[in-house]
T-cell receptor
Framework: QKEVEQNSGPLSVPEGAIASLNCTYS??????FFWYRQYSGKSPELIMSIYSNGDKEDGRFTAQLNKASQYVSLLIRDSQPSDSATYLC??????????FGTGTSLTVIP | EAQVTQNPRYLITVTGKKLTVTCSQNMNHEYMSWYRQDPGLGLRQIYY???????DKGDVPEGYKVSRKEKRNFPLILESPSPNQTSLYFC?????????FGPGTRLTVL
């Protein structure tokens, strides 16, 4: 069973702070890594993808990947109340399947 | 507008009554997938399709069927629904591993 683990939270940060979300995965053959945001009652939407070790920045979002430690993280800088959502980590390997974590609930307090 | 559509959005049915949830995408994506989302279990992949007439089982395929006769459509079939299939279902299509999700179908099986 290929697993993707996330801390379910809830994680609360004040507005303007950095939110740090973490994810570990069990399959060393995993090649593609994704962060999705899901607002309550809505469908997941892709916010970041990362494929190689290191950091990838997109606006206020930075994804970090460490394949040796089987660890991927998402940093949200200058957090806004509109960032309050559940963040899903997803992993894909050579088998074209996707595995999702159970999500981390983030609340940004104004 | 590029989108993935699902129908119906809400469905209440009874055990054993065959049903089909339709999924359609207008982005010419080759990859399509079905997921179910349950509290505490996250998103789990049911079936996926790499292209027309090519389908593969995901993590939780038992009790479900799919078909891919056309590139744009990927229906999910429950031949004999049971209460443990009560869930929120998402269809997704993908280009280059980046998935776009439909709005979801909330299914209740009594």
């Amino acid at each position: 069973q290929k697993e993707v683990e996330q801390n379910s939270g809830p994680l609360s940060v004040p507005e303007g702070a950095i939110a740090s979300l973490n994810c570990t995965y069990s399959d060393r053959g995993s090649q593609s890594f994704f962060w999705y945001r899901q607002y309550s009652g809505k469908s997941p939407e892709l916010i970041m993808s990362i494929y190689s070790n290191g950091d990838k920045e997109d606006g206020r979002f930075t994804a970090q990947l460490n394949k040796a430690s089987q660890y991927v993280s998402l940093l949200i800088r200058d957090s806004q109340p509109s960032d309050s959502a559940t963040y899903l980590c997803a992993v894909s390997g050579t088998g074209n399947q996707f595995y999702f974590g159970t999500g981390t609930s983030l609340t940004v307090i104004p | 507008e590029a989108q993935v559509t699902q129908n119906p959005r809400y469905l209440i049915t009874v055990t054993g009554k065959k049903l089909t949830v339709t999924c359609s995408q207008n982005m010419n994506h080759e990859y399509m997938s079905w997921y179910r989302q349950d509290p505490g279990l996250g998103l789990r992949q049911i079936y996926y399709s790499m292209n027309v007439e090519v389908t593969d089982k995901g993590d939780v395929p038992e009790g479900y069927k799919v078909s891919r006769k056309e590139k744009r459509n990927f229906p999910l079939i429950l031949e004999s629904p049971s209460p443990n299939q009560t869930s929120l279902y998402f269809c997704a299509s993908s280009y280059d591993n980046e998935q776009f999700f439909g709005p979801g179908t909330r299914l209740t099986v009594l």
